[in-house]
């Protein structure tokens, strides 16, 4: 019987979700307040980013960061929460591990009078993120509010794709500073700038057209780019290359919508 070598990225995707799933039948009570999307949204951009690392640096990288997040678990469960009088294990007292991560209590969504939901009857701190998007003065919708995490969280994916390229992939592809290194590291670049602006725009709603337009252009240019980059390269079916590539097209896909509504309206004020 030959011995099994755990080369493909699914190997890794296997070892983070494994770790989600006994993380949460151990300390999934201390997320029940939050909304499944975002609970899910959770798990897909952590598996993306350790997945994604693998393939770019190599797994000493990505298990090293992985490592890193338990290690920050660990600390936040055994010491952080016990200092502010919570159980790291149990979550009690929940009134004051709810209010300690900004969640509303029961008693703050019966003042919003926001109904509980049979479902959840007699722990109303279930549903707390929905009673705050519920309150009054806090009206946007649930499918907005997830659109927009998505949004933010595909820029701040972008920033950390050229932090990757710039202080994992440049130092292990080049021994010394030259030429071919700084324009090695001016892609990374070109991720951050284009990171920076989309983040720009999904954090503020009133952000000017100006912005916007550039930011439009930005993703389509970058999309541009990368398609031709990992055509020429003979790699645009690599899971770097996929998932640089689909972060890029959803970015273009979120900025093209923004633009549209925000232009929809200016039209609709001016009539």
């Not at 029940?32 to 640096?57: C, E, F, G, N």
């Not at 892609?187 to 920076?196: E, I």
């Not at 916007?212 to 899971?239: D, E, G, M």
């Amino acid at each position: 019987m030959t011995n099994w070598i755990p080369e493909t990225p699914w190997f890794d995707a296997a070892v983070v979700l494994g770790l989600f799933a006994l993380g949460n039948v151990l300390f999934g009570h201390f997320e029940m307040h939050k909304p499944r999307w975002k609970r899910a949204l959770k798990v897909l951009i952590v598996t993306s980013i350790i997945v994604l690392l693998s393939q770019m640096a190599g797994r000493v990288y990505a298990f090293g960061m992985l490592g890193a997040l338990l290690g920050f678990a660990v600390y936040v469960h055994a010491v952080w929460l016990p200092q502010r009088g919570v159980n790291g294990w149990t979550g009690e007292p929940r009134a004051r591990y709810l209010r300690l991560v900004g969640a509303p209590t029961g008693k703050e969504m019966a003042e919003a009078h926001f109904p509980p939901d049979p479902l959840f009857e007699g722990d109303q701190a279930l549903q707390s993120d929905v009673a705050s998007e519920a309150s009054p003065g806090h009206e946007t919708p649930r499918l907005a509010v997830a659109i927009r995490t998505v949004d933010r969280a595909l820029g701040w994916s972008l920033v950390l794709f050229g932090c990757v390229h710039n202080f994992i992939a440049a130092p292990l592809s080049f021994q010394q500073l030259s030429t071919t290194a700084l324009w090695f590291v001016t892609g990374g670049m070109a991720l951050w700038y284009a990171g920076f602006i989309n983040l720009m725009r999904s954090h503020d709603a009133n952000s000017t057209r100006m912005l916007r337009i550039l930011c439009v252009l930005t993703n389509l240019s970058l999309l541009v780019f990368v398609l031709t980059f990992a055509s020429v390269r003979n790699n645009l079916f690599a899971p770097a290359s996929l998932a640089l590539i689909g972060t890029v097209v959803l970015l273009t896909a979120f900025s093209l919508v923004s633009n549209r509504a925000y232009f929809h309206s200016k039209a609709g004020r001016a009539g």
